[in-house]
C-alpha cells in the first residue's frame, strides 16, 4: 500500500514541481491520478522554494499534464511567502487557496497577515494577494471592520541631534 502511494506521488510531485522542488510532508496521503486530486492530511507542510504552507489538510487539483492548478489548505493554515517583487508575508488563517497559473493566494476566515518588510498587517474574513503584480484587497464579514495596522517613523527620530 505504501509502495503504491509511492509510484503515485512520485511522478506526481516532480511534475507540479516544474523548476523549483515542491515538498509535501504529512501524516496521510489519497491520490487519484485520474481526477488530478491529491489529498494530505495530519501536520501538512508544503515548501516550494522559500514559500511554506502549513494545514490540517491541503488538496493539490492537477491539470491533464500533471500541473498543479489549485491548492486547498484548511484548518490552522499559516504561512510564509515571497512574492515575485520580493515583498515577505507571514500569517494565519483558517483557509488558503493558492492559483499557480494567476500567481493568487487567497486567504479566508480570521485571517492575520502580516508583510513583514514594513510591518504592514491586516486582519479581516478574506485577504488576496497577487504574488506578480503585488495587488492585495481585504473584506470583512458580519459587519466587522478589515483592520489594518503600519509602523511610521517618527520625522524627529529620523534627525540627527545638533552637537553640543
Not at 523549483?20 to 501538512?44: A, P, R, W
Not at 522559500?50 to 484548511?74: C, G, H, Q
Not at 512574492?83 to 500567481?103: F, M, N
Not at 479566508?108 to 486582519?123: A, E, G, N, S
Request: net charge positive; no cysteine.
Amino acid at each position: 500500500m505504501i509502495i503504491r502511494n509511492l509510484l503515485f506521488i512520485s511522478p506526481l510531485l516532480f511534475a507540479l514541481s516544474w523548476s523549483e522542488e515542491l515538498k509535501v510532508i504529512s501524516d496521510n496521503f489519497k491520490g487519484d491520478q485520474q481526477k488530478g486530486v491529491s489529498v494530505f492530511t495530519g501536520n501538512v507542510k508544503v515548501t516550494k522554494g522559500r514559500d511554506e504552507l502549513n494545514a490540517s489538510k491541503v488538496t493539490i487539483y492537477t491539470d491533464k499534464e500533471n500541473k498543479p492548478t489549485k491548492y486547498f489548505a484548511e484548518g490552522d493554515v499559516s504561512f510564509y511567502i515571497v512574492t515575485e517583487l520580493g515583498e515577505k508575508y507571514k500569517g494565519r488563517s483558517q483557509t488558503a487557496i493558492y492559483l499557480p497559473v494567476e500567481s493568487e493566494y487567497q486567504f479566508y476566515k480570521k485571517v492575520d497577515l502580516i508583510r513583514i518588510d514594513d510591518y504592514r498587517r491586516v486582519k479581516g474574513d478574506k485577504v488576496v494577494i497577487n504574488t506578480i503584480q503585488g495587488h492585495a484587497s481585504a473584506e470583512s464579514a458580519n459587519d466587522e471592520p478589515v483592520v489594518m495596522t503600519f509602523t511610521l517613523q517618527d520625522k524627529k527620530s529620523k534627525e540627527k541631534s545638533p552637537l553640543k
